[in-house]
């Protein structure tokens, strides 16, 4: 797990050495060669547990992934506990198969994760598609999740 935490700092690392953005995470003059439309700030996060990076506006899917039951009636207590202690497991109601949080079914795309670069206002949903072949290239596998969060 420590192994995310590295990879984040690097990816930050290597946006700042490609001018995508500052030392501080504000966009650099290549920001718009990540992101169309540039973003307003880089930074990496790196929470106590693992966390779901997943869209919090505008709602997503969770589905079983044995029978694809829709299992968000459920799931809010699987979230907590994943919050709590790092880990968590959900029961399928329908189907009784128990399946780890991260190996859930998300639409739109979710990951359960040590640590993300975000990249916050981004004007666009999505890297440039060479910039995430390049970074995956360089830095093993890299998931890009799209959310709108809440305002802060
Ligand atoms: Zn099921």
Same mark, same amino acid.
Request: glycine share 8%; aromatic share 6%; hydrophobic share 50%.
């Given at each position: 797990?420590?192994?995310? @935490? ?67 009636? @459920? ?36 990951? @359960? ?40």
């Amino acid at each position: 797990m420590e192994g995310a @935490v590295t990879s984040a700092r690097a990816l930050f690392a290597h946006a700042v050495d490609a001018e995508v953005c500052l030392p501080t995470g504000a966009p650099g003059p290549a920001a718009s060669t990540w992101v169309a439309g540039g973003f307003v700030r880089i930074r990496v996060d790196v929470p106590l547990v693992p966390t779901l990076y997943a869209n919090q506006q505008g709602g997503f899917r969770v589905s079983c992934p044995s029978c694809s039951e829709n299992v968000v009636p @459920v799931f809010a207590p699987v979230l907590a506990e994943l919050r709590s202690t790092g880990a968590a497991r959900l029961t399928c109601p329908r189907c009784a198969v128990c399946t780890p949080i991260a190996e859930l079914h998300f639409a739109p795309k979710a990951v @359960v994760g040590r640590a993300a670069l975000v990249i916050a206002d981004a004007a666009d949903g999505h890297l440039h598609d060479r910039v995430l072949r390049d970074l995956q290239e360089r830095f093993g596998p890299v998931a890009v999740v799209a959310a709108r969060v809440s305002a802060r």
